[in-house]
C-alpha cells in the first residue's frame, strides 16, 4: 500500500519529509512494500510510535515513512511459559495491560510507553530506568521477524525462536537491538517475560553534594540487595519531574522483589543514605512516572545519554557543572543529560573529554539545526569496518535509515 | 595438507609461538582430534599460542596461507564445535587462562578465554563475587569456550545465560586483526552490538581472545530441596505448579530414574533410587526470604504429589545435591558403556507430553532413554544409553536423536538450548530454520569470514555433503582394535 502524502510535517524526520506512506497491515504486504523500496533504491525509514524518531544523525534521505503501526496483533501468549510473540506494531502499553492480567511484565521501563511500539523499543533500544536490576532490551528478546531490503518482496527471515533457553543458529536479535532500523525491519518479536513482583517500595534522599549521592548509589549497587532503578538527579531535573527539591541532589530508589526482601531493602538503603548524609523520605507518587517520561523531552530539548563504568559516574557529573539537568544511574553506568539552553556543544565536549577511553557520550534528541554541530554519535566505535560491512551485506541498496546511525551509516 | 605446504605453515608459526608450542607430531596431535562428542578428526598442526598478539599472528598467518583454522578451549563441548573436519590448524588455549583483572568497583571480571569457569568464581568468592553461568562442566570447561557457545547452566534459569553476563570480547578477526567489541567496563557503546552477536557464533565468526564479565554479589543464603516422585509426570507438574506461584527459584532440575540410579552409583548423592524422578529446587536471597520461599515450595511440591521433600540441612548437604546433579553425565558410564546426549528445548507447558513421546521412543526402539535436565526452561538432556562395539547402534541412536529434536521444533521449541549445533546438529538446523534465515545469518558470517575458513564444517547445514575428515565414534572403536584409516588432506 502506497500513498502520496503532500507536505505531512506529522512524518517529519528531522525536518524531512517523506513523499510516500506505507503503512502495511501484514507481515507479507510489509514484504511487498519494502519491497518495492528496494527495487526503486527509495530512502525508508522505518517507524513505530516515533517516541525516538529524533535519535540519530540527520538523515541523508528521506522518501518513505514505513509505518509498523498497522502490525499491532499480539500473536502468541502462553502465561505458564512466561512468553510471548508479538507483531513490532504493537504498542508497549498494550502489551503490558495483556500482561498484567496474568500477573506478568515485561520488565522494560521505557519513555512513554502507551505510544512506543515494541519494534521501535528493540531499534531504539530505549532502556529505562530499571535496567540495572532487570537488564535491557537484550536481556528480554528471545526471537525476530525481521524484513530485509534485498529482492522483492523484501526477504523475510528469523531468528532465536519462542523458547526462553535456545542457541541454535546465530543471535541476530543482538544485531536489530539499536540498530536503528538500519539492517532490517523489525516486524515481529518474542519475548520472555517476568511474573510481577510480590511488592514494590519507593524512596528519596536528599543529599548537599552530587558526590554524597553518587557514593551512596554505587555503594548500594555493590551489594546483594540491588534496588530495581536507582537514580541521582539535581535539582533542575527533580523540578522538571514536578518535585520541589529541599536540597540540591537527590537519590530515588524503587525497591522490587518479595515482600520481606523490599522490607529489608529499604532499611538498607534507608540506612546507607543516612550514613551518606542524606535525608530519607516517601516520594510523591507520581515521581517515577515523570521520571520514566523525563529523558523524552519535547523538543527543541536537548537530551545526551553518556554510558561509563560505575566509577567513572562522578567525574562525568563533575564535567557538567551547573550547565544542564542530570539523571545519573549509579547503578549502571548511564547519565543523561539535558542542557540549558545554549550550552548543548560545551556540555557534549566537556563530558567526552572527562569520558577517557571506553563508553561513550550521545546526542539522543536535538533539534536538527544543532545535530551537525554537536556530532551525534561521536567518534565511530572499535570494530565499525564490521558494521559497515553488515549494513553493505544486509542492506546492500542503502535505502534504510540512511545516515542516521553511527558514522554515517 | 600437502607436505610441502605444511612444512611452510609450520615453519612460520614456530616462529610465532615457539617449537615447543607448535605440534605436528602425530602422537602429539591425535589428541585434539575429539572433544565430548562422538565425531573425530585430525588436525594437520596445533598451535598453543600464550598470548592474544600470538593469536592474531597464528591466525594472520592462516589466513595468508588459506588455511582453516578451529579454535580449542576446555573440549567439553558436546556438539563437536571443536572436531576440525577440514583438518588445518588448532589453536588451543590451555596456556591462555589467566584472570587479567578484578575489578569490584565496577563490577567486571577481564579474563582469558582459557580460564576455567570455575576458576573464575573460586577467585572471587572470598570477597562475596561470582560470576553467574555455571553449566555443569564448569570445573573443566572454559570462559572462552562459554562465550563460544552461550552456555547455560542450571542457575541461568533466573539469572541469564552467558550472553546475559558478557559485556565485551577482544577478538582476532579471521585477517589477523585484533579489535576489542562492546562496552567493556562502560554500561554501553555505540553501534552494533558485536558482542552479542559473536557469543554463541562457536568460532565461526571470529576466535576470542579476551573475556569482560559481569561480577555478582552471592546470594546470603541458598537453600535446595530434592522432593521425590513416583513419576516424571507429576514432577513435570509440580515445576508448573512453582513456576505459576509466583516464586522465581534460582533452578529447577529434575532427574528420572535411570539418571537417579546412575548417579547413585557414581557420586552417593543421596538420591533415592526406588523414585521414579527427583527435582532439585534451589531459592536464594535473604535468610529470612528463603526461608519462607522454601516453606511454599515444599507444600506446592507437596501439594502435587511428592512422597517426600527433603531440605539440605547444610552447605554439605546442598553441595552433595549438586554434586549429583552435575556429575549426571559422567555417570551414565556406570549403566552403559556409551550414551548419546541431546539439548532440546520445548515450551515449559510441552514437557510433560515430550517425556511421553520420549518414552515410547525408547519402548519402540529397545534403547534405554534417561532423562536430566533443566525443566525449569524447558531444557532437555534426553540420554539415549548404547554399546558402539555393537554394529549400527550408533547409527540408530543418531535416528532417535533426529526424531527427538524433530519433536522439540514442532512442538515450537528449538533443537539445542545450550550446547550448540557443532557438527552434530547441522542438519537438524532446517527443523527450526528456512532457507531465508539461514542465507542472512551466512551473509552475516561472511562479513566477519569471507572464506568461511574460522571452524568450517560447523553450524550450518551441508545437506549431507560429509566433511572431508569425519570419523564417527564407530571408527574411534576400530582404531581401538587397531585398523586405522588414513586422513585426507585439506588443500
Ligand atoms: C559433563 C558435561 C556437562 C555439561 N553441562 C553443560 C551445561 O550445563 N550447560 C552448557 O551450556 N553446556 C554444558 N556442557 C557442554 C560444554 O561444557 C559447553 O558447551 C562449554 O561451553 C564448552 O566449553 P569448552 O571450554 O570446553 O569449549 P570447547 O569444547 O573447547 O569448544 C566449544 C566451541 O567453542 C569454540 N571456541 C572455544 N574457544 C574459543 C575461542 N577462544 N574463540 C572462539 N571460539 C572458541 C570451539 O571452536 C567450539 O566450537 C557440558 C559438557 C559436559 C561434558
Redesign the interface.
Known amino acids: 500500500m502506497k500513498t502520496e502524502v503532500g507536505q505531512r510535517q506529522d512524518l517529519a524526520v528531522d525536518g524531512l519529509v517523506p513523499s510516500t506512506t506505507m503503512s502495511p497491515a501484514s507481515v507479507a504486504a510489509a514484504a511487498a512494500d519494502l519491497g518495492r523500496c528496494y527495487e526503486e533504491g527509495l530512502a525508508v525509514i522505518p517507524q513505530g510510535g516515533r517516541t525516538q524518531i529524533g535519535m540519530g544523525a540527520v538523515p541523508h534521505r528521506y522518501d518513505v515513512a514505513f509505518s509498523t503501526t498497522g502490525l499491532s496483533r499480539l500473536l502468541e501468549h502462553e502465561p505458564a511459559d512466561l512468553t510471548c510473540r508479538v507483531e513490532a506494531g504493537m504498542r508497549l502499553g498494550a502489551l503490558q495491560a495483556v500482561l498484567h492480567l496474568h500477573g506478568q511484565r515485561l520488565p522494560l521501563d521505557p519513555p512513554h510507553p502507551e505510544e512506543a511500539t515494541v519494534g521501535g523499543l528493540l531499534a531504539a533500544n530505549t532502556n529505562g530506568l530499571g535496567r540495572g536490576r532487570h537488564g535491557t532490551v537484550r536481556d528480554w528478546v528471545i526471537g525476530v521477524t525481521v524484513l530485509y531490503p534485498v529482492g522483492n518482496p523484501a526477504r523475510v527471515a528469523r531468528a532465536g525462536g519462542k523458547v526462553v533457553k535456545n542457541v541454535a543458529g546465530y543471535d541476530l536479535m543482538k544485531l536489530h537491538i539499536g540498530a536503528l532500523g538500519t539492517l532490517g525491519v523489525i516486524a515481529e518479536v518474542n519475548f520472555k517475560v517476568q511474573t510481577l513482583p510480590e511488592a514494590s517500595a519507593d524512596m528519596l534522599a536528599w543529599f548537599d553534594t552530587p558526590a554524597a549521592a553518587l557514593r551512596c548509589g554505587h555503594g548500594l549497587a555493590l551489594g546483594y540487595l540491588l534496588p530495581a532503578a536507582m537514580a541521582v538527579l539535581n535539582r533542575e531535573a527533580l523540578g522538571q519531574c514536578g518535585v520541589t527539591a529541599p536540597r540540591p541532589w537527590v537519590l530515588a530508589a524503587r525497591l522490587e522483589g518479595y515482600q520481606a526482601e523490599v522490607a529489608a531493602a529499604r532499611d538498607r538503603v534507608a540506612a546507607a543514605a543516612r550514613e551518606a548524609g542524606g535525608q530519607v523520605e516517601e516520594p510523591a507518587p507520581m515521581f517515577w512516572d515523570a521520571a520514566r517520561g523525563w529523558p523524552a523531552a519535547p523538543a527543541p530539548a536537548v537530551v545526551l545519554r553518556a554510558a561509563t563504568s560505575l566509577t567513572g559516574v562522578p567525574r562525568l557529573v563533575d564535567a557538567i557543572g551547573t550547565d544542564a539537568s542530570v539523571m545519573a544511574q549509579p547503578g549502571v553506568g548511564v547519565v543523561q543529560v539535558r542542557p540549558l539552553p545554549g550550552m548543548a556543544e560545551p556540555v557534549v565536549n566537556r563530558l567526552r573529554e572527562a569520558l577517557g577511553p571506553g563508553g561513550s557520550v550521545v546526542v539522543e534528541r536535538a533539534p536538527a539545526a544543532e545535530k551537525a554541530s554537536l556530532d551525534v554519535w561521536g567518534p565511530p566505535p572499535a570494530g565499525f569496518a564490521l558494521m559497515r560491512g553488515l549494513k553493505a551485506s544486509l542492506d546492500p541498496r542503502g535505502v534504510l535509515n540512511p545516515g542516521r546511525f553511527v558514522g554515517g551509516i | 595438507m600437502e607436505a610441502a605446504a605444511r612444512t611452510r605453515l609450520l615453519d612460520r608459526l614456530r616462529e610465532v609461538v615457539g617449537d615447543r608450542y607448535t605440534l605436528a607430531d602425530p602422537y602429539e596431535i591425535r589428541l585434539y582430534q575429539y572433544d565430548s562428542s562422538p565425531e573425530t578428526a585430525l588436525p594437520d598442526l596445533v598451535v598453543i599460542p600464550a598470548s592474544a598478539a600470538e593469536v592474531a599472528a597464528v591466525v594472520k598467518i592462516c589466513a595468508e596461507e588459506g588455511c582453516p583454522l578451529v579454535s580449542r578451549a576446555g573440549a567439553t563441548g558436546l556438539a563437536g564445535g571443536t572436531v576440525p573436519v577440514f583438518g588445518g590448524v588448532v589453536l588451543a588455549f590451555s596456556r591462555m587462562d589467566r584472570v587479567l583483572e578484578l575489578d ?5 571480571a577481564v579474563v582469558e578465554p582459557g580460564l576455567v569457569n570455575l576458576a573464575l568464581s573460586n577467585a572471587t568468592r572470598p570477597r562475596g563475587y561470582y560470576y553467574v553461568p555455571d553449566p555443569s562442566s564448569q570445573g573443566a570447561s572454559t570462559i572462552g569456550g562459554n562465550v563460544a ?2 552456555a ?1 547452566g542450571p542457575h ?1 534459569l533466573l539469572y ?2 552467558t ?2 553476563h558478557v559485556t565485551g570480547l577482544e ?1 582476532a ?1 579471521p585477517s589477523g586483526e585484533l ?3 562492546g ?15 559473536v ?3 562457536e568460532g565461526t565468526m571470529a576466535v576470542v581472545t579476551k573475556v569482560w564479565v559481569k561480577l555478582t ?4 543464603q541458598s537453600k535446595t530441596l530434592m522432593a521425590i516422585y513416583p513419576d516424571v509426570r507429576s514432577a513435570g507438574n509440580a515445576v ?1 505448579a512453582v ?2 506461584s ?1 516464586i ?1 527459584p534460582a533452578a529447577i532440575e529434575m532427574m528420572d530414574n535411570i539418571s537417579i540410579r546412575a548417579i547413585e552409583a557414581a557420586v552417593h548423592a543421596g538420591y533415592p533410587t526406588d523414585a521414579g524422578a527427583v527435582l532439585l529446587l534451589e531459592v536464594d ?2 535468610p ?2 528463603v526461608q ?2 522454601t516453606e511454599r515450595m515444599v507444600a506446592i511440591c507437596r501439594q502435587h504429589g511428592a512422597t517426600e521433600v527433603r531440605v539440605a540441612k547444610d552447605e554439605a548437604e546442598r553441595q552433595a545435591l549438586w554434586r549429583g546433579r552435575k556429575g549426571a553425565f559422567s555417570a551414565m558410564g556406570r549403566i552403559s558403556t556409551d550414551f548419546y546426549v541431546m539439548d532440546g ?5 510441552r514437557l510433560p507430553e515430550l517425556l511421553d513421546q520420549i518414552e515410547r521412543i525408547s519402548q519402540r526402539s529397545g534403547y534405554r532413554i534417561a532423562n536430566v535436565f ?1 525443566a525449569g ?3 532437555v538432556h534426553p540420554l539415549v544409553l548404547f554399546d558402539a562395539f555393537q554394529p549400527g547402534q550408533y547409527e540408530e541412536v543418531l535416528k532417535i536423536g533426529d526424531e527427538i529434536l524433530k519433536l522439540c521444533a514442532d512442538a ?10 557443532g557438527l552434530e ?1 547441522r542438519e537438524n ?1 532446517r527443523y ?3 532457507e ?6 551466512d ?6 569470514d569471507p572464506d568461511r575458513r574460522m571452524n568450517p564444517g560447523k ?1 550450518f547445514p551441508t545437506d549431507g555433503a560429509e566433511p572431508p575428515r569425519i570419523h564417527a565414534v564407530r571408527g574411534q572403536r576400530a582404531a581401538a582394535r587397531g585398523s586405522i584409516t588414513g586422513e585426507e588432506p585439506w588443500i
Open positions: 569490584y568497583e565496577n563490577l567486571r557457545t552461550n547455560g541461568t541469564g545465560v550472553v546475559n577478538l578477526l579489535v576489542e567489541v562496552g567493556g567496563r562502560a554500561a554501553e557503546t555505540t553501534g552494533y552490538d558485536l558482542t552479542g552477536l557469543v554463541g557464533s554479589a552471592v546470594p546470603p508448573s513456576v505459576g509466583g522465581l536471597g535473604l529470612d526470604v519462607q520461599l528445548v520445548v515450551p515449559r507447558t533443566h526452561d524447558g531444557n515450537g521449541g528449538s533443537i539445542t538450548g545450550e550446547h550448540g549445533i546438529k538446523m527450526i530454520f528456512s531465508d534465515d539461514l542465507a542472512v545469518m551473509q552475516v558470517r561472511r562479513v566477519f553450524l
